[in-house]
């Protein structure tokens, strides 16, 4: 299912990506205690739609699968649950116990 970039990137940016202009609109991951993160994701100027192979893309530069990543998108899946899954697969560190 295609997809709106502006909704992808409105949504994005609710569950901690931060926006970086270029040529692409590149998008950072930073944990909720503001670190920056190695995930990131782009989408591309110009376009009215993001199809379902850049979509898949997006989802693997993510760290989640397809459906995995539309629930990101679509809220199902909140900042806490993303970042929790980020911290399982040893891509984002877990924040210290206090």
Do not use: W
């Amino acid at each position: 299912m295609a997809r709106k970039p502006n909704d992808v990137e409105k949504s994005l940016e609710k569950k901690g990506f931060q926006r970086k202009e270029g040529d692409h609109h590149y998008f950072n991951y930073y944990t909720k205690a503001g670190k920056k993160t190695k995930v990131f994701t782009k989408t591309t100027h110009g376009v009215k739609e993001l199809d379902d192979s850049l979509l898949g893309m997006m989802s693997r530069q993510c760290k989640l699968t397809r459906q995995d990543f539309d629930r990101l998108i679509d809220c199902p899946l909140d900042r806490d649950s993303y970042e929790r899954k980020l911290i399982e697969v040893g891509v984002v560190e877990a924040p210290p116990v206090t």
